[in-house]
Every structure is written in structure tokens, then in C-alpha cells.
């Protein structure tokens, strides 16, 4: 209202009042000497044009001082100031210590806030850095330092471990592509692994990721093409899960990792008996076996030959697990053929040649005696006389544990294989001949000998004779021995 006090009025208790003595808002006395007083000191304010408060006016007359301006019209006066120099600085509310200040102008306070307004817009508009975020600070790597800390307790083995376990983490976390490869030797998981004939490079690979013992095909293959000397042997091998592509390429290499069974089959076993001993080793039923023994022409032998009798080479086996019977049958063929052609037997004739050996291999004793045999029956078929083996007589009879016979064995011509009344050599071989008796076969010593008979079964002491009358002689040694020793009978 326009009888209101002004602010001046307020803090010094002055009222000013006009002839009447009522107030008029002129301010105390002496209010127009301080108003020229803030003119000089402050040229903004009105009155500080044309000079003093007493000076000349243009009229000439004398100059009427300007009333003193309120705190609203010092702002409004700033803030047109500030528009001018095109600033938006945001109206700064007047401090109370400038209110207080006793012979202030209010212009003079209006000018020392205006730097301090201009600073402190200078300092809201200054460009801010943004902060730096350390690559230490993720969370994900905190954890895992800490983890690692409490593990190292553990002693080498439980770093190398949790290392194991948390090494994709690890690559994910700092960016890194996860590795196509485990690390180590695995992690003690036992797997079997099977390298069937015919697998290559790439078909194991794929079969090592499939079993979980690699991490990728990738991995052992990429070292499969760069070495392409490594090469593996069919089989079974005790492998782990989670190993490394070289580490699973090496046991790979190595014999120790091979799972086999030991299978001896003795020279001269029969294939009875070699049934038994695979059954016993493989856990396979016999007559699983003797089934697959039956079907002889599936496994590649001679069109003369009768029966698998005679082509399952004895020797020791290591029988790998999770093969078949006839698998296990074939390997015996397989490696019999391989020592029929290193002996220098064409195919056509494997079967006279096999039986031959197998009748040599069931009546010789001593290694030295083998030719010699071979020798005695060769002279008794090129004089037409009849071999008198009692071995062939005896596994006609359906014993092969024997060699010697009764006389009416010997005296049965339905017996095929009985050759005191059949001419030539038996049907079929008698047994699964050795090196030894094959080699006997081919060659044969060089003699007339046309009798022979071992007198000593223990030692296997064999006499050979030209006559009858001779070998009648060690006849009679023979039986006396027999006769000490009746268990043999």
C-alpha cells in the first residue's frame, strides 16, 4: 500500500512525513544526501547521471534528488542487466546480512551479489568428468578373488581343482571366448573307450566329446591334423572324463590304458576246449559261443573245410571287453591264416596242411620230435599204410584229453576219424595246431622211419623205428611204463 513503511524505514525506526506531519515515505532527514552518497558510489543508480545531488540540471535549476529506489526495484533492475548480457541467471534472493548492514545502499549490495551469482553459475554450467569405474570393482571378480582366497588354504590341489571348475567363469568374466578344451587329466571319472577297425581321425574325436571325455571334437581333432603320425590301435581303454584333448590323445597311446582279458590257449586244444576258455574269460555263455563256432562259413575259411576245428591259432590272447563271440573267434582265424601264409601254405591248401599239423601237433611229445613224426606219417601215406593214430581214433570216440585207445575203438570204422581202418589222413584236423607243427608239416625231417611211440609220457620220450620188430620192442617199454603209472590209463 502506498502508506507503507519502506524497508529502510523499518530497520532504522525512522518514519518520514511530509508539512502536515504525516508520513510520506520521504525517508528521515539527511535521506537525500545519503541518497546522492550511494549515487557517487554506485553510477548505476538513479541521481548519479548529471553529476552530484546538488549540481546543475539542464534546466539550470537545481537538481531534485531521485527517491530512493526499494529492494524490488534493485532486483528488477539486476535481473534486466543480466537479460541484457544475455544471461538467465535464476533470481538470487538478497542476503539478510545486506539488510542489516547499517549506511548500506541497497545498491551496492545488489553489486557484490552479482559476481557471486555469476561464480556460482559458472560452476553449475563447468563440464563434470564422469567418474571412473575400476574393471576390479565388477562384482562377479570380487567373488571369485574371494572364493580364491579361502581355497588357498587348500594347499595346491584344491587351487588346482577350483581352477578346473571355475575357469569358464573366469573367461566370462574378463571377456574372454570359453576354451573348446578341458585342462588336466581328467577328473577320476572312469569311462571305457572303444577304437573299433576302420575308425579315423575324425570319427574318434566325435566319439571322445560324445563319451564326455573331451570337451569338443574340435579340440583333439585340431591336433589329429597337426600331427598326422599318431595313429591308435582297436580297442578298449580306460579313459576318464574331462580331459584335456592331448592328455586323451596320449593315453590313447599308451598300452597301460588298454583293457584286456589274458586268454592262453595251449597248442593242441581242441575247439571244445577253446569254447570253455573263452566263456570262462569273456563271461559269454557257451552256447552263445558254440553258436557262433557252428556258422564256420562266415568266417572266411577254405570251401574243404568241415568244421572251425584247427584254424584257431593258439597263442595268448588279450581279449577286449564288449565284443562279440564271433569276434573273439574271428581274431583266432584271422591270426592263424596270418601264420599259414608266413609258413608259405597257398590258401588251396590250408585245410590239408591244418590237418596234417593238428595230427602232428596231438601225437608228438618233444619240439625236436615234430619233424620226425611228420616224417613217419609222411612214409606210411606214400606206401599206402594206414597212420594207426590213436589220437584220431580217440576224437572220433568224442575224447580229446587222451591219446591212448581200447581195441575196439580201434576196431569201429564208423568212426571216421579212425585210422587203423581208413587209409590217409583223418577227415578233419584233431586239434588247432602251433608254429611248431605247421612248420613240421611243411617240412619234414628226413628219415625212413615208419614206426614210432612215445615210452615216456611225462618226459615225452619217443622212440623211432624202421621195422615192426623194432617198434614191437619199444611197444613193450611203453606198456610197462603205463603200467607204473596207472593214472594215464
Do not use: C
Not at 547521471?49 to 530512493?68: L, R
Not at 545486506?98 to 553459475?121: F, L, M, Q, R, Y
Not at 595268448?316 to 565284443?323: D, G, H, Q
Amino acid at each position: 500500500m502506498a502508506d507503507e513503511p519502506s524497508w529502510d524505514e523499518i530497520f532504522t525506526g525512522s518514519v518520514r512525513t511530509d508539512e502536515s506531519g504525516k508520513p510520506n515515505g520521504s525517508g528521515m532527514p539527511g535521506a537525500a544526501a545519503d541518497r546522492g552518497e550511494d549515487a557517487r558510489r554506485d553510477p548505476r543508480a538513479p541521481g548519479a547521471q548529471g553529476g552530484s545531488a546538488t549540481g546543475s540540471g539542464s534546466g539550470g535549476g537545481s537538481a531534485v534528488p531521485a527517491p530512493p529506489m526499494s529492494r524490488r526495484q534493485l532486483r528488477e533492475q539486476r535481473e534486466e542487466e543480466e537479460r541484457r548480457r544475455g544471461r538467465s541467471a535464476k533470481p538470487a534472493r538478497p542476503a539478510r546480512v545486506e539488510a542489516k548492514a547499517v549506511g548500506a545502499a541497497p545498491a551496492a549490495a545488489a553489486s557484490e551479489a552479482a559476481p557471486a551469482t555469476a561464480a556460482s553459475k559458472a560452476q553449475r554450467t563447468k563440464p563434470t568428468r564422469p567418474p571412473r569405474v575400476s574393471r576390479w570393482r565388477k562384482p562377479g571378480t570380487w567373488i571369485l578373488i574371494g572364493v580364491l582366497v579361502v581355497v588357498l588354504g587348500g594347499g595346491t590341489y584344491g587351487v588346482t581343482t577350483l581352477y578346473k571348475q571355475l575357469q569358464p567363469m573366469v573367461a566370462s568374466l574378463v571377456g574372454g571366448k570359453p576354451s573348446d578344451d578341458y585342462t588336466g587329466s581328467g577328473d577320476g571319472t572312469k569311462v571305457e573307450f572303444t577304437i573299433v577297425s576302420g575308425d579315423i581321425g575324425s570319427t574318434i574325436a566325435s566319439k571322445l566329446a560324445k563319451a564326455g571325455i573331451t570337451k569338443s571334437a574340435e579340440a583333439p581333432y585340431k591336433l589329429l591334423l597337426a600331427d598326422t603320425e599318431i595313429s591308435f590301435q582297436p580297442g578298449t581303454y580306460s579313459m576318464f572324463k574331462k580331459m584335456s584333448a592331448q592328455s586323451a590323445i596320449d593315453r590313447l597311446q599308451s598300452d597301460k590304458a588298454r583293457i584286456t582279458t589274458k586268454l592262453v590257449i595251449p597248442e593242441g586244444t581242441s575247439l571244445n576246449g577253446i569254447i570253455g576258455l573263452i566263456a570262462s574269460a569273456t563271461k559269454i555263455p557257451s552256447a552263445k559261443i558254440k553258436a557262433a563256432a557252428a556258422d564256420y562259413k562266415s568266417f572266411g575259411l577254405p570251401s574243404n573245410a568241415r568244421s572251425l576245428e584247427g584254424y584257431l591259432f593258439p597263442a595268448t590272447y588279450e581279449l577286449e571287453p564288449n565284443k562279440t563271440a564271433h569276434a573273439y573267434l574271428q581274431d583266432m582265424v584271422d591270426t592263424m591264416e596270418t601264420h599259414l601264409t608266413d609258413a608259405g601254405v597257398p590258401k588251396s591248401k590250408w585245410e590239408h596242411t591244418i590237418i596234417f599239423a593238428s595230427l602232428i601237433q596231438r601225437e608228438a611229445g618233444l619240439a625236436a620230435d615234430f619233424p620226425k613224426v611228420a616224417r613217419v606219417f609222411q612214409n606210411r601215406i606214400d606206401q599206402g599204410m594206414l597212420l594207426q593214430s590213436d589220437a584220431t581214433v580217440a576224437y572220433g570216440a568224442g575224447s580229446t584229453d587222451r591219446v591212448t585207445t581200447t581195441d575196439a575203438e580201434r576196431a569201429d570204422a564208423s568212426n571216421k576219424y579212425n585210422t587203423y581202418v581208413h587209409k590217409g589222413l583223418p577227415v578233419g584236423p584233431i586239434s588247432n595246431p602251433g608254429d611248431i607243427a605247421i612248420q613240421a608239416a611243411v617240412k619234414p625231417a628226413t628219415g625212413s622211419w615208419l614206426y614210432f611211440v612215445t615210452v615216456n609220457l611225462d618226459t615225452g620220450e619217443t622212440v623211432f623205428s624202421n621195422t615192426y620188430a623194432e617198434h614191437q620192442q619199444a611197444v613193450a617199454k611203453f606198456q610197462s611204463w603205463l603200467r607204473a603209472h596207472p593214472d594215464y590209463q
